[in-house]
């Protein structure tokens, strides 16, 4: 699999589950309530926000990806955003999406 297709089925699979988690969302819309447990709620609460932030780093991979494709599509891919320095064939095989060299990323 080249680079194209491996950040396309990246991003497929990330549409994927983002649509998974604002389904479930929509679902249990309004549905913390006083449980007949003690915490039941809290532990519901908890389990929210644990999806919004999976649900935030989601995105953020996305639009890394994205802009990661757009760098293939100009010719720019493996320069880094920040410094302009290549972003080493290390780096770009374990983080295809990266957009950044290792120095910037930190």
Do not use: Y
């Not at 396309?8 to 589950?17: K, L």
């Not at 447990?37 to 991979?61: C, D, F, K, M, P």
């Not at 290549?86 to 930190?106: D, F, G, K, Y």
């Amino acid at each position: 699999m080249d680079e194209r297709e491996s950040l396309a089925a990246r991003a497929a699979e990330i549409e994927v589950r983002l649509a998974e988690i604002e389904r479930a969302s929509k679902a249990a819309a309004g549905g913390i309530g006083f449980g007949k447990r003690i915490g039941e709620g809290t532990n519901i609460a908890v389990e929210r926000i644990s999806e919004v932030s999976i649900h935030s780093g989601l995105q953020a991979e996305l639009a890394n990806i994205r802009r990661a494709q757009q760098k293939l599509d100009d010719g720019d891919g493996g320069v880094c955003d920040s410094c302009g320095a290549a972003i080493s064939a290390e780096r770009r095989e374990v983080l295809p999406w990266a957009v950044r060299c290792v120095n910037c990323a930190v």
